[in-house]
């Protein structure tokens, strides 16, 4: 098995430019996590995806943010226009639908906007 | 809602010596309760979790970990740390979605340093 899997692993845009994150979950799990991770905020989950449905985008900071899962193996997070506030780490995780086993991370996005 | 306190932002402890990191959650229910650890430039890796039974639970890399639920605490443990476990570690707390799985909310994180 070969994770979650994100990219870019790293990324610097202008501010204003768009951005895409991209991410492919672990094949057989239903449930997609995006987190994002500061220092001043720490890990804050952003939205999660059920199968490919989004639930719950409460943590979405604003309207420059929108995700989605158009399949089962691919999720996109998109920042349009980006701003320098938006630079951090984002991650992507996956769960399947047994509990006990909870969630993998992919090695996350480094986003710096300048 | 729930939430995770982790009081100690970075710690500090010899190679050998014993380590405990300290975790406190509110949560209305009986809660899931995870460690995370997080190494420079990577994810999460999950060490070990609470669902229910035996307080006492162990986990991958020699940690241990012990619900106690007069305390509302779940403290992770190690007796000999080695450098490698350098890092930081997250605790999080679970709340069960419709759809079987959990949300995590997680702690802002304990940064380990390891002195030779």
């Known amino acids: 098995d070969a994770g979650v899997i994100q990219s870019p692993r790293h990324e610097v845009t202008e501010m204003g430019q768009e951005v895409t994150l991209r991410c492919k979950p672990i094949?057989?799990?239903?449930?997609l996590f995006w987190y994002r991770q500061t220092m001043m905020r720490g890990l804050e989950l952003l939205i999660y995806?059920?199968?490919?449905?989004?639930?719950?985008d409460s943590g979405m900071p604003e309207d420059r943010f929108s995700a989605k899962m158009p399949n089962a193996s691919f999720s996109t997070l998109k920042i349009q226009p980006s701003e320098p506030r938006d630079s951090a780490v984002y991650f992507c995780?996956?769960?399947?639908?047994?509990?006990?086993?909870?969630?993998?991370f992919g090695s996350g996005t480094r986003l710096t906007v300048v | 809602a729930q939430s995770v306190t982790q009081p100690d932002i970075h710690i500090t402890v010899s190679e050998g010596a014993s380590l405990e990191l300290r975790c406190n959650y509110s949560?209305?229910?009986?809660?899931?309760l995870f460690w995370y650890v997080q190494s420079p430039g990577q994810g999460l890796q999950l060490l070990l979790k609470?669902?229910?039974?035996?307080?006492l639970v162990q986990g991958i890399k020699g940690f241990e970990a012990e619900f106690k639920r007069s305390q509302s605490s779940f403290n992770l443990r190690k007796p000999s740390v080695h450098w490698s476990d350098a890092a930081e570690y997250f605790c999080?707390?679970?709340?069960?979605?419709?759809?079987?799985?959990?949300?995590?909310?997680f702690g802002t994180g304990t940064r380990l340093t390891i002195i030779p």
């Open positions: 995780a996956s769960s399947p639908r047994d509990r006990a086993r909870g969630y993998t």
């Open positions: 094949s057989g799990h239903n449930s």
């Open positions: 995806f059920n199968n490919n449905v989004p639930i719950d």
């Open positions: 949560y209305g229910a009986t809660p899931y």
């Open positions: 609470y669902f229910s039974g035996d307080t």
């Open positions: 999080a707390v679970g709340h069960r979605t419709n759809f079987g799985n959990e949300k995590l909310t």
